[in-house]
């Protein structure tokens, strides 16, 4: 396979095509690598990468940050912790790398909670120009001055001769993502009219000077990488601009360039992929990107953004597209995916969903990165999944084959226990059958199969089509009972709330013939937008009424916005800050800010919360079994709940 090829990046060689993209996951401390840290990339590199790019190294901490908690190089107390990092990479025949990066203006986001700007620690942000990043809550950034650019060139170049000290192999310079780099080159950030604004020389004048000056402190031959956009906005650089810059960067020494694209994890333009593709977007989707630069330069290309599958990557190479491709949430899911794919295993590959919503959410509410699929994430340090003894081998049954229940029988028996479940319907899934009903969310239908996959490797003894009851249980001879019955929906005291035209968004989804065509959903968190993303594919005229000031508020915001333009798209119609008065037979009446309106429909759809039903747990005690519940309890549809409960409960029995 092209993948398992070795390449060569300078004078570095790589033993193969199989880059981990660089991901800031808030477990440094302080600017400090962590025990934590290191951990997480060890498992990245014993996976098989061949090359792991470090995250965004802050040159200039904190007015340099690009979050409130990232990784900094500005000072020689980072180098023994950072060369920890280096050494263990190393150790598994990987390449490492660090990326250096300056946010510029991007850091200068107000917490609309506390009015800071938290990721400078209330500094004011710098840029080339006085404008604010586009996307509200981000102050107008103070202009730096010529003296001050050199002193920041001066900062890339010592944090690169740290990164030297400190054992790593390849340098890497962020100029994507519209970052302080990204922000000279682009004149969709830059307005100077002095050296550093205007044409394409003068913006890539900064980029250039740090690249000239880095080459002279840590030496001409060692190898530099460039991660750049393939694309940008209206009035940024055109794709001609982009090649010449590409062409530039090679002409001043740069030895492989690694194109993405995007402007910020929470500004959406209309067709403009982010940096990190959301689920329903195709595999892939900027490969295009890379190709364009392929063909202007001659040093290696890497790819990225949602490349998912071996198959997928393998393509791209033969086809000469790139020359490598950087895995990144892939790799959070699964670290083994270079492994299993080399040995032929790529079924056994336990898919990103591309959900966001334990990496991106996380990064942009301040938390340590987590994994929707991959509960282990960022736990490397402390959670072994050892073998018990065999006199501690327990028999365990689970009763509830639902993203919970498959989660905790897999770990048991990877432990070693002796797992058996039984499930009430004739598939297991649970809900993860409802998560995957909206159009966009087939890619959890992977994750699903991967779950089945191995509850039938690792010999769990699966009954369907059985009702579990406590005298059923009792009779089971099991040294401990799961029950992951799931949640139901929570009906809310509504006056009407037990008409006929009422169904629970699950009964939506399930029964859609029972769905009429004028549609009210009370609820506007995920399931609600995604019940309305469903049905007003299939042509209902939906409201949604939603008590908040905000729908989706618990979504990425990667995820929420493309799903809102689809629905505004669709008239579906939104009234936040709105209660429901009752339900009739002809539609609902609302309140909103005194006004009091009725909304005439045929089908009311509850999309509240959940709650979870105890009584089969009780039953189960007072047989005098050991009993635990696990699910998602009261978050109906929280995915990530319900398979990291699991993966916690299976690893603690
Ligand atoms: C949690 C997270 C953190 C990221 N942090 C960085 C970063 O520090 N620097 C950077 O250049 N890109 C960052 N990215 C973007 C990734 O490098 C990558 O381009 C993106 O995730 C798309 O690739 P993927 O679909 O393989 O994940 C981050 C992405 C994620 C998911
Ligand atoms: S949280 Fe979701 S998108 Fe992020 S790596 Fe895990 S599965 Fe992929």
Redesign the pocket.
């Given at each position: 396979m092209k993948l398992f090829e070795p390449i060569k990046i300078g004078k570095v060689s790589v033993k193969n095509r199989i880059v981990m993209?660089?991901?800031?996951?808030h477990f440094a401390d302080k600017g400090f690598v962590t025990e934590r840290m290191v951990s997480f990339y060890e498992a990245r590199a014993r996976g098989g990468s061949g090359l792991i790019t470090i995250?965004?190294a802050i040159v200039d901490y904190p007015i340099g940050n690009?979050t409130a908690n990232p990784l900094a190089i500005d000072h020689e107390k980072y180098i023994p912790m950072l060369k920890k990092l280096s050494s263990t990479i190393k150790s598994h025949g990987c390449v490492p790398m660090v990326?250096l990066?300056h946010a510029g203006r991007r850091a200068g986001r107000v917490n609309p909670d506390t009015g800071c700007i938290e990721t400078t620690q209330h500094r004011l942000p710098v840029a080339p120009s006085a404008l604010a990043h586009p996307f509200p809550g981000h102050v107008v950034p103070r202009v730096l001055r010529v003296e001050e650019i050199e002193a920041i060139t001066e900062k890339f170049v010592q944090g690169a001769r740290r990164a030297v000290e400190a054992g790593f192999d390849i340098v890497g310079l962020?100029c994507?993502?519209m970052y302080l780099i990204g922000q000279f080159l682009s004149p969709w950030a830059n307005k100077r009219m002095d050296d550093y604004g205007g044409t394409l020389e003068n913006r890539m004048r900064f980029i250039i000077n740090i690249i000239r000056r880095i080459k002279r402190e840590i030496g001409e031959d060692f190898p530099l990488v460039c991660?750049m956009n393939g694309a940008e906005p209206e009035g940024g650089n055109t794709l001609r601009e982009i090649q010449d810059i590409a062409v530039k960067l090679q002409s001043a020494g740069i030895n492989a360039l690694h194109v993405?694209v995007g402007f910020g994890p929470v500004l959406w333009e209309k067709g403009f992929m982010p940096?990190?593709?959301p689920i329903g977007m195709p595999e892939g989707c900027i490969v295009n990107l890379a190709e364009n630069i392929k063909r202007v330069v001659t040093i290696p290309v890497i790819t990225?953004?949602?490349?998912r599958h071996v198959d997928f990557a393998e393509n791209i190479l033969q086809r000469k597209r790139a020359d490598m491709i950087?895995?990144?949430?892939?790799l959070l899911a699964d670290p083994m995916w270079p492994y299993k794919a080399m040995n032929n295993k790529a079924a056994e590959i336990r898919p990103c969903v591309s959900c966001c919503q334990g990496?991106?959410k996380n990064?942009e509410t301040g938390n340590p990165?987590s994994c929707l699929a991959n509960p282990l994430v960022g736990r490397e340090y402390e959670i072994m999944l050892d073998r018990v003894p065999p006199d501690s081998v327990k028999k365990i049954l689970v009763i509830g084959g639902g993203p919970a229940g498959l989660m905790t029988a897999i770990i048991a028996a990877k432990r070693g226990h002796k797992v058996s479940i039984w499930e009430k319907e004739n598939r297991l899934g649970g809900e993860m059958h409802l998560a995957m009903m909206p159009p966009r969310k087939q890619e959890f239908r992977e994750l699903m199969e991967y779950l089945i996959f191995r509850v039938n490797s690792l010999g769990i003894e699966v009954k369907l089509n059985t009702l579990a009851g406590a005298r059923t249980v009792g009779h089971f001879d099991a040294d401990a009972v799961v029950v992951a019955i799931g949640s139901e929906t929570m009906m809310p005291t509504i006056a009407g709330i037990e008409n006929s035209n009422v169904i629970s968004a699950i009964k939506a989804f399930e029964d859609e013939a029972n769905v009429g065509a004028k549609v009210v959903i009370i609820g506007g968190g995920l399931i609600g937008l995604e019940a309305a993303e469903s049905f007003s594919q299939k042509g209902k005229a939906i409201t949604i009424v939603e008590i908040k000031e905000d729908v989706g508020s618990n979504m990425p915001m990667l995820v929420k916005i493309p799903l809102l333009i689809t629905l505004q798209e669709r008239g579906v119609n939104i009234l936040t800050g709105s209660s429901v008065r009752k339900i009739d037979l002809t539609g609902v009446e609302v309140e909103h800010g005194g006004t009091v309106k009725f909304l005439d429909c045929e089908t009311v759809i509850i999309a509240s919360g959940g709650k979870s039903n105890h009584s089969l747990e009780e039953q189960i005690r007072s047989a005098g079994k050991n009993v635990y519940s696990v699910g998602s309890s009261n978050l109906l549809g929280d995915m990530l709940a319900a398979l990291h409960n699991g993966f916690h409960l299976g690893a603690q029995l």
């Open positions: 993209a660089p991901m800031t996951n995250e965004d690009n990326q990066s962020h994507a993502h991660r993405s940096a990190e593709a990225v953004n949602k490349i950087a895995l990144g949430r892939a990496c991106v990064i990165i």
